[in-house]
């Protein structure tokens, strides 16, 4: 059996998956940090948060409403959005004339609330969710062995992410929000309800991360700081990929999540750091991140 | 109102925070006229386009559209009373390509012009249409802002300051355009500092002055009045 720089084949992809994995997770959720700070210019603090909302959501429904994996795979989301859609037009629409800072206490507030809120009912201990038996097992390709679910989670996650892409770069509705983006007075100025693209726009980016929570579920457990561990991580992305760049959000997702799990078998000591160096060259070479503008 | 009135302002302020800009502008735009605003820097010309559009942070008055009051309308609402907006700054949208910034603005009415019509009078716009909106020239840029309400069905456009910065031959070209306009019966709000360009297209003037009207001058007056303009725009 040949060997790379000393590296078993098994344990270089098995690696390289975790990374997809993990890489999924930090393209879904900063993609959606990205879609809101564009047009809302907030921080959403809360998106870590309301990842584990959905996550608990597709939980709950499954315990108690005896609804399954995939019905929740749509209904977390919607249930997360909607909620989205509440805070922004009782609380977030509020700060908009504000500094940005208010914008970020408040969706931090909200984190810490939530997180505490599922914590005092649910403990801190995980619960387990099932992979849904069309999913159970995996595969044998070879080089490796693929769990199904594992690979459902990349496809699943590449798919929503290109289609975000696609919808925002490519289509008339998409045109709407990147010239909402840019300016939206004049948008406004044409017929357009801006304060309504805008909650919706908050609505659908925190969906992304219900959506999230939810695929999820059935390989990190139910947990109420499941977010809050993941978010950190995520930020870095977002300034690594720069703020406000749907592609840069996509692809910088992916890239550190594999990054990391290269380093976990070449370096393993420096995998849970690789992200922040990466951040912190970054941020010294070009501020706007590798695919951001500057403002 | 008389039916041949497409838009009557009267008595509006306008206010930035604290400071108050426009004091009391009344003004009339008869349906099928292109009327100017003219006026200095800093006079208060483009804030009384913003205040029509709705975009200044607050505003108290009368701005009637067709008899329609617009003050209090939310600011989505106003355009979709078949008014086009051209702002000073032009504002096309630099992550849209040509033809997105042409389709951006949504149709607000039946009867706007047909995107080949559109073409055939901007036939540079054409040949541009995947070119980033930002890429264009100064004065592909003017054409692609007006051409872009042309497609939506209003009636009453407001141009802001269309000239301003452009090569002379472009200044004619813009003018051909606006005579045009006018003669497809669009009503033109036109503001401009280049009064001897405003004198070849408009049926009459507004003066501004420190956010007032000081003066109404009908087009064909024009000549007898000029020394009271030259005072009024020191040139
Ligand atoms: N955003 C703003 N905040 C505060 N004051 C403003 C703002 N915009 C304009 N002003 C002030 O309002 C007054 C009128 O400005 P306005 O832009 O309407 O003038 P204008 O006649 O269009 O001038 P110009 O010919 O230079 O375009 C000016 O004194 C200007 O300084
Ligand atoms: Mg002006």
């Known amino acids: 059996m040949f060997e790379f720089l000393g590296v078993p084949p098994q344990a270089l992809f098995g690696q390289l998956l975790l ?53 929740a795979l749509i209904l977390a989301p919607l249930v997360v959005g909607l909620f ?12 908009y004339k504000l500094d940005h800072l208010y914008g970020l206490l408040l969706t931090f507030g909200l984190a810490l609330i939530l997180e505490g809120m599922f914590r005092h009912w649910y403990g801190a201990s ?10 159970q097992g995996g595969r044998n390709l070879g080089f490796m062995f ?29 045109a709407y929000l990147r010239a909402a983006t840019e300016n939206p007075v004049l948008v406004q100025a044409f017929g357009i309800n801006v304060p309504r693209m805008i909650t919706l726009t908050y609505g659908f980016g925190v969906a992304l991360a219900g959506f999230a929570g939810v695929l999820a579920a059935p390989i990190y457990q139910v947990n109420p700081l499941m977010g809050s561990n993941l978010i950190i991580v995520v930020f870095a992305v977002v300034v690594i990929g720069g703020m ?27 995998s849970n750091i690789v992200v922040f160096v990466v951040m912190a ?12 503008r500057e403002r | 109102m008389p039916d041949d009135v497409m838009l009557e302002v009267a008595d509006l302020h306008a206010f930035y925070g604290e400071s108050h800009v426009l004091h009391g502008v009344s003004l ?14 800093g006079a208060g010309k483009t804030t009384t386009l913003r205040s029509i559009m709705g975009i200044v942070p607050r505003r108290d008055g009368s701005i009637r559209m067709e008899g329609t009051e617009t003050v209090g309308l939310a600011p989505h609402r106003i355009p979709r009373l078949g008014i086009g907006f051209v702002p000073e700054e032009r504002g096309i949208f630099s992550s849209l390509d040509v033809e997105e910034n042409l389709m951006l603005p949504p149709v607000v009415r039946p009867g706007g012009m047909a995107v080949e019509d559109i073409f055939r009078l901007f036939p540079n716009l054409k040949e541009r249409r995947r070119s980033q909106g930002t890429k264009l020239s100064g004065g592909e840029q003017q054409m692609l802002a007006i051409a872009r309400i042309l497609r939506t069905g209003a009636t009453l456009l407001l141009l802001d300051e269309p000239t301003e910065g452009l090569a002379p031959v472009i200044v004619q070209q813009i003018g051909r355009v606006i005579r045009e306009l006018k003669a497809k019966g ?50």
């Open chain 1, 244 to 270: 406000g760049s749907i592609m840069g959000a996509i692809v910088t997702g992916f890239a550190l999540g594999l990054l990391e799990g290269l380093t976990k078998v070449f370096y393993p000591e420096a």
């Open chain 2, 186 to 235: 669009f009503t033109i709000l036109l503001v401009e500092q280049n009064f001897r360009f405003a004198a070849t297209l408009a049926d009459r003037h507004y003066v501004m002055e420190d956010g007032r009207i000081v003066d109404m001058i009908p087009n064909e007056q024009l000549e007898a009045n000029m020394e009271r303009l030259h005072e009024y725009l020191g040139v």
């Open chain 1, 281 to 292: 060259v970054v941020l010294l070479i070009k501020p706007a991140g590798l695919f951001g």
């Open chain 1, 146 to 174: 693929l769990p199904n679910y594992r690979g459902w989670v990349v496809v699943a996650s590449l798919v929503v992410c290109l289609g975000t892409w696609y919808a925002i770069e490519r289509t008339r509705l998409g």
């Open chain 1, 84 to 95: 989205g859609i509440i805070l922004e037009k009782t609380m977030l629409s509020r700060l």
């Open chain 2, 28 to 41: 009339t735009v008869p349906k099928g006229e292109v009327v100017t605003l003219l006026g200095r820097n």
């Open chain 1, 19 to 71: 990374g997809l994995i993990n890489g999924s997770f930090y393209a879904l959720l900063s993609l959606g940090l990205a879609v809101i700070f564009g047009m809302l210019n907030v921080i959403n603090f809360a998106h870590g948060a309301l990842y584990m909302v959905g996550a608990f959501t597709a939980w709950l429904m499954l315990q108690y409403l005896g609804i399954g994996y995939w019905p």
């Open chain 1, 126 to 135: 995980g619960q387990p969710y099932r992979i849904p038996d069309a999913l």
